[in-house]
């Protein structure tokens, strides 16, 4: 299915190292899919992260994977999550250049779907964004959700110890539609012995082109 290319983006603080998965025919779509917690061996292979990519690849969408800043070949140093965003919107000016006229999705794992949402709630560019294994339990300040306002998709393990489910649906139910969550029956916060129900779940939902018609 499709090629891959890799390749680094000029980063802010330096080369970002990225993997790009392309589609089989015309992209519909030019994702970014941001990894977990840096200090906590987050890395751009992540099973996760690949099979969001995959998912992604599956429905015509060019998918990105990248390695935040510090981490792999990517230079300079973590930055608690500050300078990482601008190694998102990086990320995404690179796909906004390869794929002109595209619509954007950005999404992410763990500490990568804060990111993801935190620069979703002031850059205009995503079309549609998703979160997996969002951390709730970890978050002090959440407020920056009510910010983001284009489609949304949660994804948690109904075992998540770092985002229970019940404390991300307090969350979300909250939150101005189209915004879709769904709890995948016996995993964890990383959907061990369920990869294949989250590709399926993000790939159901990428099916439904959420970046034009809504979630």
Known sequence: ???????????????????LMYPDAEPVAAAVVCHAHPLQGG???????FRAAKALQRQGV???????????????????????QDDVRA??????????????????????????????????????????GFPAGMIVDASYLESVRMPRLFVQGERDAIGPPDLLRALVEPLPEPRKLVV???????????????????ASWAAERPWSTGC
């Open 62 to 84: 060019a998918a990105l994977r990248f390695n935040f800043r510090g981490v792999g070949s990517s230079e300079g140093a973590h930055d608690q999550g500050r300078g990482e």
């Open 184 to 202: 995948i029956e016996g995993a964890d916060h990383f959907f061990t012995g369920r990869l294949e129900d989250l590709e399926e779940t993000i």
């Open 43 to 49: 890395i751009m292979h992540f099973k996760v992260v």
């Open 1 to 19: 299915m499709g090629r891959n290319e890799s390749f680094d983006i000029a980063g802010p603080a330096g080369r970002l190292e990225a993997i």
């Open 91 to 132: 990320a995404l000016g690179e796909m906004e250049r390869r794929f002109p006229g595209l619509p954007l999705v950005l999404g992410g794992f763990s500490f990568g779907s804060t990111m993801a949402l935190r620069v979703s709630a002031s850059d205009p560019r995503p079309r549609a964004v998703f979160a997996l």
